[in-house]
């Protein structure tokens, strides 16, 4: 009877205990999750007034808002130099070309292409080309200086690349947003025809 009494009583201790065990368990996961929640709760959205991002723009647009005009040049000779010229000189004429221009078989044409920049605030970047370049060598003397063979008719051949072309400045003396671009054809054993009106310009 005694053996009995005492085997009931360690059924109710280990029973307590484990009892304890759970409840300890279970008080230990709400404290962790109170904790947790509490800590979070810092990061709760709130709609305040007056606050947010802000995005601010300080670049500066390039021009687009050019123009150009095309010039034919020839060579100054000893013969036809005038007050002022030097032998090898390029003369432009005073009015603009426009339409065709014959190149003859093993000659050089000259050309001066004006393009002025309208914008007052802004500068720009351009590229010069035509659409149809005949078999030719193409120069520019101004304001690269760069020679490149032609050996067929190529479509939207490019004359010059990303030139800079300042603001307009009516204080400037050396043109207001003015870019000069000098530039000839040599043409070998056959006649080359340039077509003025194809040039066109592109913004870098």
Same mark, same amino acid.
């Given at each position: 009877?005694?053996?009995?009494?005492?085997?009931?009583?360690?059924?109710?201790?280990?029973?307590?205990?484990?009892?304890?065990?759970?409840?300890?368990?279970?008080?230990?996961?709400?404290?962790?999750?109170?904790?947790?929640?509490?800590?979070?709760?810092?990061?709760?959205?709130?709609?305040?007034?007056?606050?947010?991002?802000?995005?601010?723009?300080?670049?500066?647009?390039?021009?687009?808002?050019?123009?150009?005009?095309?010039?034919?040049?020839?060579?100054?000779?000893?013969?036809?130099?005038?007050?002022?010229?030097?032998?090898?000189?390029?003369?432009?004429?005073?009015?603009?070309? @426009?339409?065709? !221009?014959?190149?003859? /078989? #093993? +000659? &050089?044409?000259?050309?001066?292409?004006?393009?002025?920049?309208?914008?007052?605030?802004?500068?720009?970047?351009?590229?010069?080309?035509?659409?149809?370049?005949?078999?030719? @060598?193409?120069? !520019?003397?101004?304001? /690269? #200086? +760069? &020679?490149?063979?032609?050996?067929?008719?190529?479509?939207?051949?490019?004359?010059?690349?990303?030139?800079?072309?300042?603001?307009?400045?009516?204080?400037?003396?050396?043109?207001?947003?003015?870019?000069?671009?000098?530039?000839?054809?040599?043409?070998?054993?056959?006649?080359?025809?340039?077509?003025?009106?194809?040039?066109?310009?592109?913004?870098?």
């Amino acid at each position: 009877m005694k053996k009995k009494s005492q085997k009931d009583k360690r059924k109710v201790f280990l029973a307590s205990r484990r009892g304890v065990i759970m409840i300890s368990t279970i008080a230990v996961l709400v404290l962790l999750i109170n904790l947790i929640t509490a800590s979070y709760s810092w990061f709760t959205p709130q709609n305040v007034n007056g606050t947010g991002l802000q995005y601010t723009f300080d670049g500066k647009p390039r021009s687009e808002n050019c123009s150009f005009k095309t010039y034919k040049g020839t060579k100054v000779t000893d013969g036809d130099r005038q007050e002022g010229e030097y032998l090898g000189q390029i003369r432009y004429d005073a009015n603009e070309t @426009t339409g065709n !221009v014959s190149v003859a /078989a #093993n +000659s &050089v044409q000259y050309f001066k292409t004006e393009i002025v920049n309208a914008d007052t605030q802004n500068a720009s970047d351009v590229s010069l080309f035509i659409k149809s370049m005949p078999a030719c @060598t193409v120069a !520019v003397t101004y304001p /690269a #200086n +760069s &020679v490149r063979i032609v050996s067929s008719t190529t479509s939207d051949y490019y004359i010059i690349r990303n030139a800079y072309v300042k603001r307009k400045d009516t204080a400037d003396v050396n043109g207001p947003g003015l870019l000069v671009v000098e530039w000839f054809v040599k043409t070998g054993s056959s006649i080359a025809t340039i077509n003025l009106n194809n040039l066109y310009l592109t913004y870098n």
